[in-house]
């Protein structure tokens, strides 16, 4: 039963991840070569951006909200090389890393759930 109380509590680790994965999504254009002054680019940086800021926002006032904007950011990483129709290693990397960013947001939405404000404040 051990592996069941993982799931229950909102770890601090978990923000430190989204932190991470902020800052590599905002590098993918350099990490890949896709560097220009396009939507592309402004979106891997803008996304990264949001990304990182809910991670600190997290760090420092845990809300439901945040956790559900950071679920929204990894879908719309997903979708992005849709849109923006673009392939490559750029959409590889977009599509693997918006289903991490989506899926660690997923974790923290159920273990937040049924908290109440005080227990979010209190988290980690």
Request: glycine share 8%; hydrophobic share 55%; no cysteine.
């Given at each position: 039963m051990a592996g069941l109380r993982f799931f229950d509590v909102h770890r601090t680790w978990e923000d430190w991840i989204g932190l991470l994965l902020g800052l590599v999504i905002a590098a993918t254009p350099w990490i890949t070569g896709h560097?220009?002054?396009?939507?592309?680019?402004?979106?891997a940086v803008v996304v990264g951006a949001i990304v990182i800021?809910?991670?600190?926002?997290?760090?420092?006032n845990l809300q439901i909200w945040e956790e559900s904007l950071e679920l929204l950011c990894g879908l719309w990483l997903m979708a992005s090389p849709f849109t923006f129709a673009y392939g490559g290693t750029l959409r590889t990397w977009h599509l693997v890393l918006g289903?991490?960013?989506?899926?660690?947001?997923?974790l923290e939405l159920f273990q937040?759930?049924?908290?109440?404000?005080?227990?979010?404040?209190?988290?980690?």
């Open positions: 560097v220009g002054n396009d939507p592309v680019t402004w979106n800021g809910l991670a600190l926002l997290q760090m420092v289903a991490i960013v989506a899926l660690l947001a997923l937040d759930w049924n908290r109440t404000d005080d227990e979010l404040a209190h988290h980690g």
